[in-house]
């Protein structure tokens, strides 16, 4: 079965080829395809750890307002957005209509 996200964003996933390694709670992902580097900052980090299945904008806010209750609900949904747009900017991760 298929679902999309209630705000028909559809699903985050990760770009595949990428080698991660972890140093100090921050993923550093190696594309030797480009000859390159990135490095995650914490918040990117949770969120590459969580699409290790695909996951939608709802998703990611669910989890972490679990793992962040006090925290303003705007103010959370304004920082995963900006780390998923940044992500996908960086080619680190890619948005399609579906979970299956």
């Known amino acids: 079965m298929t679902r ?11 770009v595949p080829g990428f080698i991660a390694r972890e140093v100090g ?3 550093f992902l190696l594309d030797n395809a480009h000859d390159k580097i990135d490095a995650l900052d914490i918040t990117s980090s949770a969120i590459w ?17 679990v793992a962040f209750p ?6 959370l949904k304004r920082m995963i957005s900006h780390s ?14 579906r979970i299956n």
Do not use: W
């Open 49 to 65: 750890r969580f699409l290790e299945a695909p996951q939608t904008l709802d998703d990611c806010l669910e989890i972490f307002s």
């Open 70 to 75: 006090d925290m303003n609900s705007a103010k």
């Open 84 to 97: 998923l747009e940044q992500m996908e900017s960086a080619g680190l991760i890619f948005k399609s209509g």
């Open 25 to 27: 709670g921050e993923i």
């Open 4 to 14: 999309q996200s209630a705000s028909g964003n559809g699903a985050y996933r990760r």
